[in-house]
């Protein structure tokens, strides 16, 4: 691939996934929409580098982007903020390791090419768990999404996408400040 068409698409999907983030912090619907079209420029990204999961997690990601827009328009649930109880977060934990384990074993029995595959798997498995909760509305995806961004800094930069590390770091700062807001916006319903 191109090396100049490789960085112009991943600073392109790193602002739109900025703006996601961002929107989704403000409890704007729109930002789905930024997020969807920013995983699948990512999809083709991170298949280019042999990261068949993480291009997978993207495709995901599209598929919640098409949720989460619908999701968030329905009259009933537009504006409502929850937030999980301990045994919930308890569940949700126990099934992004086990969702760990089932996609390290997925690939390792497919032969997945991949050079750090249980980076891959954990980030995968609990950005799946923190999306649907996005999608939800929970409160604590944020206190999730912080955590696998912190891991997703590290992963990023270890296979040279220094700009998706970026994005990962603007994350974690726009996770605490969703988490804030979140919180606020929750406590004063």
Known sequence: MDP??????EWTAVLLNIAFAYLLG?????????????????????????????????????????????NWGRASEEGIIRTFRWPVHVLLVVLTFAGTWALLFAMQRLAIPGQYQWVEAFIAAGAMVATWMMGRKVLENWLYWIVGDAVGVVYNHLIGYDGYA?????????GVVGFVRWRRELLNT
């Not at 100049?4 to 698409?9: R, Y």
């Open 26 to 70: 403000r409890s704007l619907r729109i930002g789905w929409l930024c997020g969807f079209v920013a995983a699948v420029i990512t999809v083709w990204l991170y298949a280019v580098q042999d990261a068949w999961l993480m291009a997978a997690l993207n495709v995901f990601y599209a598929v919640m982007g098409l949720y989460g827009w619908w």
């Open 4 to 9: 100049v068409i490789a960085k112009v698409a």
């Open 166 to 174: 970026f994005l990962n770091v603007v994350y974690i700062v726009l």
